[in-house]
């Protein structure tokens, strides 16, 4: 009896403490990151060590160059754990990399050459389940690209940069399967909405732009001047000392002022809608006519990025956009009809290089939306093929 009443003593005392450790607030454990970068990072870290030879299988089927094959499968599957790291911060809205902006343009970013890998290995498990017929899984794991790209981020003009690269592989694979999905009308519809969900969510040159002139108009400071020197010097001692010698303030205010102005020239074009052909014009203003005899001049230009290139850039990737959510109207005309429209469905989103509708032209696979207007840097005009599922 003795022995019963202490058994049952136990039991009731083990029941009061894990109960207690249960509903108490001050044991309860703590929540999960909040800053997608804390999880990314260890996404980074847990990457497999994989040999040049498994990381370029890995990029060659990212990049659709290649069918995915048990050895690519082998290779994701050791990744494994960094796909977890990147599904579970695609579920926090906010990323803050830690960058240390103190440092101007000293500043490390060894997070995006990881970003590059790691956007490989998402997108190389998208094209493995869309390869197995799991092409709403396929077409998630591309999604889960563009919420990457948003959270690369427009902290700086690389970022911003790294972050269209990002975005545009995730749209080039949505490009691949979802004319594999055939007549699945409500795969395609909800493949709409998470697209047009994303789109509000869009970066822009212009916040990165704002940082860098803070940093250069800081830098552009007597009490920096030798380290500006060295900049523009590119670290040639007889260059570096003329220039210490012969500045003064009156000619880095200059400096500042011609600097500024071009800049928020090129923000206001970034900021404002325009045709792309008009807002290429006043960028490459922008970014041109500095007098090489002239220092303040001369150091402004220095520090001008490639503008018009950026626009190109920017304008590529929301022209690539507007032609997958095109498509996907066109996808979704086909699933119910069982054909191919003659023509483009009316008020679809456009090409952005031209400020008009693509065009549209049926093939034997599929079909293809044409740019009407070209890439002003390359001389190059782009179209988007859409293999359908017979």
Not at 146 to 165: P, Q
Request: glycine share 4%; net charge neutral.
């Amino acid at each position: 009896m003795k022995s019963i009443r202490n058994k049952l003593l136990i039991g009731i005392v083990f029941v009061s403490l894990a109960t207690a450790l249960v509903t108490s607030p001050v044991l309860a454990y703590p929540p999960d990151p909040d800053n997608a970068a804390l999880l990314y990072y260890q996404g980074f870290l847990t990457l497999a060590e994989l040999n040049q030879e498994a990381r370029d299988r890995i990029r060659d089927v990212a990049k659709g160059d290649a069918e995915p094959g048990d050895k690519v499968r082998e290779d994701i599957s050791k990744c494994i754990g960094a796909i977890e790291f990147a599904e579970a911060a695609a579920q926090v809205p906010g990323c803050n990399w830690g960058i240390r902006y103190s440092q101007g343009f000293d500043a490390l970013f060894p997070q995006l050459a990881q970003a590059r890998f790691l956007t490989y290995v998402l997108i190389a498990d998208a094209r493995i389940r869309a390869a197995d017929g799991n092409y709403r899984g396929a077409l998630e794991r591309c999604l889960m690209t563009c919420i990457f790209a948003r959270h690369v981020g427009d902290d700086t003009l690389i970022s911003y940069l790294v972050s269209l690269s990002v975005r545009n592989m995730g749209y080039k694979c949505i490009q691949d399967v979802a004319g594999q999905v055939g007549r699945d009308v409500e795969l395609l519809r909800w493949l709409r909405v998470e697209l047009s969900t994303s789109s509000i969510e869009a970066l822009s040159p212009a916040r990165p732009l704002k940082v860098e002139m803070e940093i250069v108009t800081d830098l552009m400071q007597m009490d920096n001047i030798e380290k500006l020197a060295r900049i523009l010097a590119d670290s040639d001692e007889k260059k570096v000392a003329e220039i210490i010698n012969t500045a003064n303030e009156e000619i880095l205010e200059k400096a500042r002022r011609i600097y500024s102005e071009r800049v928020k020239s090129a923000m206001t074009v970034f900021s404002t809608p325009m045709r792309y052909e008009q807002a290429h014009s006043q960028m490459k203003k922008s970014a041109s006519n500095f007098d090489p005899n002239d220092p303040a001049s001369s150091a402004a230009g220095a520090f001008i990025p490639a503008l018009a290139r950026i626009l190109t850039l920017k304008t590529r990737a929301e022209t690539h956009a507007n032609a997958i959510k095109a498509a996907i109207e066109v996808l979704i005309r086909r699933a119910k009809t069982r054909r191919l429209p003659d023509t483009l469905p009316a008020e679809l989103p456009g090409d952005l290089f031209s400020g008009k509708d693509f065009m549209y032209e049926k093939t034997a696979d599929g079909f293809i939306l044409r740019c009407r207007g070209k890439d002003l840097d390359k001389e190059e005009t782009y179209s988007y093929e859409f293999k359908v599922k017979k």
